[in-house]
Structure formats: C-alpha cells, structure tokens
C-alpha cells in the first residue's frame, strides 16, 4: 500500500509569489490534516479535511487556504509569500476523525521563500 | 487551548541503555489521545506509541512503553536497549476526541552513542 505522497519535495520562491503544494493520501483514508513545521515554532496545525469539507483550521492568516478533493487528495495554497513561510510542510491522513485512527505523515514540502 | 510541553530538548543514551523523555500537557477536555512520534533526520515521521486517556493501563510497543500519569497531565516516553536507529527527533502530541488535530510539543533530539 502506497504512504502518503506530496508533491513537490521541494520549492523555492520569492516573497510576493504564490504557492500550492499537493498531498495524496493512503488509499482509502479520507481525513487529511496539514502542518507547518519551523525551527522556531516548531509544528503547528494548519487545517483539517474530511469528505472535502474543512472540520478545523489552525490560527495562520488568510493567506493560507485549502481545499480536498472529492478523491480525498489536498492542496493547500500560500498567497503572497513571505520569508517567514519558509518551512517544512507536512501533510498527514487517516481513515477518518473519529475514534483512534493513526496518522500517517507524509515526507513534506520543503518550501524556501527567497 | 490545550499545551504540549516537551522540557527536554536534547536528551543523550549509550546504545543498548535506556532513556526517558518526559512530557507534560493541559487539557479540560476528558476524551483525548496521547502520541510519541519520531522524526528521523531527512525522514518521515513516524508513530511510535499512542495512548488513550480512558484506558489506565499503559501503552508498550516493543522497547517502548509510557507512563501515563492522568491527574499529572504527565506522558513519558520508555525507550529500553536503546540502539543506533533510534536516534532522531522525538515529538510528544496530544489530540482531542472527535478532531485530527495534532497539538505537538517542541521536541527532544535524541542521541545514541556506540
């Protein structure tokens, strides 16, 4: 059974540009969350997704939004980059919120704001 | 909000010896689930351990165990005959009941020394 898969590994940009990075999850799983992950923050909680409705949305500005798909892959976008959104992006999928599922986590998105 | 509080950020083992990280957390809430994940370096993260807040007995997972500590707010990682492989980032997270959100504490780095 294929992981969790996002696309790109890596991205570089410039501050003003936008950005979406793609996740697809387990075969089967339909919930998907994304995280940011930063020396300085460490790893915070960006959103929550499941049957293409968002359920939860961390406290990051309006620039960033997403969306799922009736598939259950995700995509996230960042509007107007700033430095600071350099960060390691991970995405993560169950089968669903309720009960104990695992959490599956995806390799990230690299993303470097020149 | 709930908290993650991880007061150990660099933790060092000799092989085949044993470790603990040690964690704390807050919370009101009653339903909620307890994490350990390990973060390799250039790797994905992965599940180590998870714990149920309505079961008292703790979790083991091979050389892992916890000790859960309720009235605490206390989850501390056992890691027994620790070995190379397990050198990596540690990350303590709390989810509550009904959502995917991962609520992650700052992380121990772990070191394995031959």
């Known amino acids: 059974k294929a992981g969790v898969t996002q696309t790109p590994r890596y991205l570089i940009k410039t501050r003003g540009q936008q950005v979406t990075l793609s996740c697809s999850p387990i075969?089967?799983?339909?919930?998907v969350s994304w995280y940011q992950q930063t020396p300085g923050q460490g790893l915070q909680f960006l959103f929550e997704y499941f049957s293409e409705t968002q359920r939860n949305k961390g406290n990051f500005p309006g620039r960033f939004s997403g969306r799922q798909f009736s598939n259950s892959r995700s995509e996230m976008n960042v509007s107007t980059l700033e430095l600071g959104d350099s960060a390691l992006y991970l995405c993560?999928?169950?089968?669903?919120?309720?009960?104990?599922?695992?959490?599956?986590f995806g390799p990230g998105t690299r993303l470097t704001v020149l | 909000a709930q908290t993650v509080t991880q007061s150990q950020p660099e933790m060092s083992v000799q092989e085949a010896e044993t470790v603990t990280l040690s964690c704390t957390y807050d919370?009101?809430?009653?339903?909620?689930?307890l994490f350990w994940y390990k973060q390799p370096p250039s790797r994905q993260m992965i599940l180590v351990i998870r714990?149920?807040?309505?079961?008292?007995q703790n979790a083991t997972e091979n050389r892992f165990s916890v000790n859960f500590q309720k009235a605490a707010k206390s989850f501390s990682l056992k890691i027994s005959d620790s070995q190379l492989g397990d050198a990596a980032m540690y990350f303590c997270?709390?989810?509550?009941?009904?959502?995917?959100?991962?609520?992650f504490g700052k992380g121990t780095k772990l070191t394995v020394n031959p």
């Open positions: 993560a999928s169950s089968l669903d919120f309720q009960g104990n599922n695992e959490q599956f």
């Open positions: 714990q149920e807040a309505y079961k008292q």
């Open positions: 997270a709390y989810r509550q009941g009904g959502s995917e959100k991962l609520v």
């Open positions: 075969s089967g799983h339909r919930s």
């Open positions: 919370t009101s809430e009653s339903d909620y689930y």
